[in-house]
């Protein structure tokens, strides 16, 4: 039984099938996606799409996509699409060939060509650069020839491939097929096939094809992309052939053996828990070095504060503590000055964020209570702990230090430190600089977490130590961020304002394991929280009577960015949202909040597939907007079902 299926009326309507993505990712870092009838609408679509670090810290397409043509009594029937310049322009047509659509156990498509019927089944390799397509032929009444067209690009996701004449058209002869490198320093592109095939090199540029999701998100939108031949084979009904697009060399013989293989072990996909359990496991990156998270597909890279806020719901919550200590280490490898590294880039790591060490302690105390012993994590990590609160006290980089008053104050110009994080022209949207209302909660947690540990453990030299910054903390937090008459707390406060923007990141002064708050104002806040930003899919960023409200998350980048976090909805609070209202209001809560969970799964065929949204318009109907999978999305709505579970 597959969960998610499309019939022919949908599949053929292209105004709703361009709509629905798939994504397949692996631990070694590649990934597979483009829409359920294989039209790419994006730059970031393609078949095989994988590190290249010959050439840079980017990811890159490799192969875009792979044309098949039957053939039968000399007429040609390619079930390819492409994009093309005008209104409604695509070639071929190939979608009006398909019958169905399901997305497990892997994506598979099925063709009705006359008499033929073809289902083709796609899936990557679990821990190589190496995407597999299999093609079965179910019915045929007479002689079947499959001819395939593999679309190259050879380029960084975030750029577009142009013809030229620095293309290498030569090729190399492998086992059932040929290798294939268009640019020094890229790897070779091995396409094989599981039984002998014949290679014709007519190389050829097909020119501006365009990609639709670019155009409305205002960023250059055609390509043109290098078909350096075909291959061509018999196909008998009854007959599977496998065809592997692959870094390295394969073993023709084993194509079939490996498919199967990998085939047993993947989910069943029989309901909503079971697809966000699947989805969980495909942001981690594992090699013999490091262990990281991907913070969200397809454009996304690996960020350190999505990576803490994720990383319990995608490992503790679906009981996979190992995977959490492998990419804990690999975290703290890159800890400088008590910071962690915020975002990794072409051009290297950036150590930019205020909250993105406060918030490694929130993981790490999931992680004590998932092992049940505070003693034993002081015990391990205590070097990096002390590490970072002596840097948050003491002054580390951006300006971030604890004041006089216990709290710490972050502001550097043209720099925004707190995940509000959007830049247009230069210049913050949402810059909040000074003291920040969740940098504080996260301090005074991660504070008092250190001496709960430091107890446990009867480390008494740094209890002597930290032991009155707590209830300071707690005294300046009320005072510079509490009003009785607003009934909310502050968003941020510097030398020259008290910003009263009603925002959602006061709800971390509850959820957190430590909060500097008394219940009496948690209280006030939680209602406020509730009646002015909790929507269907998350908390929006700001309410909707702000004048600066934007309701829609759409357009050019600077368009986005200006909604960012002006209004727009973001699942992954709801998990602090959930933490937090359960706390005050008990198994009572439990009805309301499992509504809200269960509204999600009405997404998972919309969008990207079996999967959750980074973002919601902040208006209804609320469509998904952003990347079509985010890490702590999926993580936070996991947590969130084990949190109201732990209620009932």
């Not at 299926?5 to 053929?12: A, C, G, P």
């Not at 007479?142 to 013809?163: C, D, E, G, I, W």
């Not at 079939?256 to 697809?275: L, P, Q, V």
């Not at 400088?336 to 790591?349: D, K, M, P």
Request: proline share 4%.
């Amino acid at each position: 039984m597959s969960y998610i299926k499309f019939d022919k009326k949908q599949l053929t309507n292209l105004e709703y099938s361009l709509q629905r993505e798939i994504l397949l990712s692996n631990n070694s870092g590649s990934y597979t996606s483009t829409t359920i009838v294989g039209c790419n609408t994006r730059k970031y679509h393609g078949l095989l799409i994988s590190p290249m670090p010959e050439v840079d810290n980017g990811k890159h397409v490799i192969l875009s996509g792979l044309d098949e043509t039957v053939i039968q009594h000399d007429k040609s029937f390619n079930l390819g699409i492409r994009k093309y310049p005008g209104v409604n322009v695509y070639k071929p047509l190939g979608h009006k060939y398909i019958r169905d659509f399901s997305i497990y156990p892997t994506p598979t498509i099925t063709y009705r060509v006359g008499g033929v019927l073809l289902q083709k089944e796609i899936m990557l390799a679990n821990d190589k650069n190496q995407v597999f397509i299999k093609y079965t032929l179910l019915d045929a009444h007479s002689k079947t020839t499959l001819r395939f067209n593999p679309f190259l690009a050879f380029r960084n996701v975030h750029y577009l491939s142009k013809s030229n004449f620095n293309t290498a058209i030569g090729y190399k002869e492998i086992e059932n097929g040929v290798g294939i490198s268009l640019y020094e320093p890229y790897k070779m592109l091995h396409m094989q096939f599981s039984k002998e095939v014949t290679y014709v090199p007519v190389p050829h540029w097909y020119y501006n094809i365009e990609y639709l999701e670019e155009s409305k998100r205002g960023y250059e939108d055609k390509e043109d992309l290098y078909v350096p031949g075909y291959f061509e084979l018999d196909i008998k009904k009854g007959e599977t052939v496998i065809f592997s697009a692959s870094l390295e060399e394969e073993k023709a013989k084993g194509l079939k053996s490996r498919f199967a293989n990998i085939i047993k072990k993947k989910h069943t996909g029989e309901d909503y828990k079971d697809c966000l359990v699947k989805e969980a496991k495909l942001f981690t990156i594992k090699d013999k070095e490091k262990s990281e998270i991907i913070a969200g597909f397809p454009w996304f890279g690996s960020w350190g504060r999505d990576t803490f806020i994720s990383l319990p719901g995608l490992t503790l919550a679906i009981d996979d503590t190992k995977t959490f200590v492998a990419v804990i280490k690999s975290m703290i490898d890159n800890l400088r000055n008590g910071l962690f590294t915020n975002v990794i880039g072409l051009e290297g790591a950036e150590y930019n964020s205020a909250d993105t060490s406060l918030w490694f302690f929130w993981a790490m105390q999931k992680y004590a209570k998932n092992i049940k012993s505070n003693s034993k994590v002081w015990k391990a990590y205590k070097k990096t702990f002390v590490e970072i609160l002596t840097a948050y006290k003491n002054g580390t980089d951006h300006n971030i230090k604890m004041q006089e008053n216990g709290l710490i104050y972050a502001a550097q110009p043209g720099k925004a430190l707190t995940w509000m994080d959007a830049i247009i022209d230069g210049k913050p949207v949402t810059q909040r600089a000074g003291y920040a209302v969740e940098i504080n909660a996260l301090w005074y947690n991660a504070v008092s977490f250190a001496l709960q540990m430091a107890k446990e453990s009867k480390d008494n030299d740094f209890i002597a130590k930290w032991k009155d910054l707590p209830s300071l903390i707690k005294k300046s937090f009320v005072e510079i961020f509490w009003d009785k008459n607003k009934g909310y707390l502050a968003d941020f406060v510097n030398e020259n304002e008290i910003n009263w923007d009603i925002r959602p990141n006061q709800i971390f002064a509850i959820s957190l394991p430590f909060s500097p708050i008394e219940d009496d104002i948690k209280n006030k806040v939680i209602k406020t929280v509730k009646n002015k930003l909790l929507t269907n899919r998350g908390l929006r960023t700001l309410t909707p009577t702000s004048s600066r409200y934007k309701g829609e998350y759409s357009g050019n980048q600077q368009e986005r960015d200006a909604a960012y976090h002006q209004g727009t909805v973001w699942p992954w609070l709801l998990g602090h949202y959930t933490e937090a209202y359960l706390k005050l209001h008990g198994k009572s809560a439990v009805h309301q909040l499992e509504k809200l969970y269960l509204g999600f799964e009405d997404d998972l065929d919309t969008h990207g597939l079996c999967t959750l949204s980074e973002v919601y318009d902040g208006d209804p109907p609320r469509k998904p907007k952003g990347a079509i999978s985010q890490a702590w999305s999926v993580a936070e709505i996991i947590r969130m079902k084990k949190l109201i579970d732990s209620y009932k």
